[in-house]
């Protein structure tokens, strides 16, 4: 089961991003017990979110790995409700960018049928992204997790539960490509 990230995460992450950072200054960056900030600080480093920097691996300085940092970035796409798939796409992410030798911010989306929705589906509603999807007893759950994948990579100009939504410059550049995939769009524009 992923683990959820609670305000006070992010602002470790956050934190240990600006700098090098212990349990004993983050509690009191962040007004909380150093016993907390440990134990958030271990969460975080099974995730690899957060690392430990040399040369002494018991110094107690933590900081920010690439994934950590593309996880704050990403901040504002995340919601409790949908952890597992924000999870999800975090790692898929690092793999993709990992495969094109790009950053994770670089990867315009994971799913073909992101990729799908952003060429044929018009007006872009989660009920029409539904209604051509073929599975029926899946169809709005599959309709929503398309849809939060677009938002996700920011392809879509607001969230995608808010009725009709337009596509943003990149979701533009998903739309034109002249690929079916989402393996193929990478090789399209990342060569």
Not at 134 to 139: G, H, K, N, P, Q
Request: aromatic share 8%; with cysteine; proline share 4%.
């Amino acid at each position: 089961m992923p683990i959820t990230l609670s305000n006070t995460d992010f602002e470790i992450l956050r934190l240990c991003s600006e700098n090098r950072e212990t349990p004993v200054n983050l509690a009191s960056h962040l007004d909380i017990e150093p016993n907390y900030a440990s134990t958030e600080l271990t969460k975080l480093r099974r995730q690899d979110f957060i690392e430990r920097p040399g040369p002494a691996s018991n110094s107690g300085m933590n900081q920010t790995t690439k994934l950590g940092e593309f996880v704050l970035l990403k901040r504002d796409k995340y919601e409790h409700e949908r952890t597992e798939l924000f999870m999800v796409l975090v790692r898929r992410t690092s793999e993709r960018a990992d495969e094109f030798n790009i950053e994770p911010e670089d990867v315009l989306c994971y799913s073909s049928e992101a990729v799908r929705i952003c060429q044929q589906i018009r007006p872009l509603t989660i009920e029409n992204v539904a209604e051509s999807i073929d599975d029926d007893l899946s169809r709005m759950q599959n309709a929503i997790i398309y849809m939060y994948d677009a938002w996700f990579y920011d392809l879509l100009e607001t969230e995608p539960w808010e009725g009709e939504v337009a596509l943003t410059e990149r979701g533009h550049t998903v739309a034109t490509a002249d690929a079916d995939t989402a393996q193929e769009l990478h090789e399209e524009v990342y060569g």
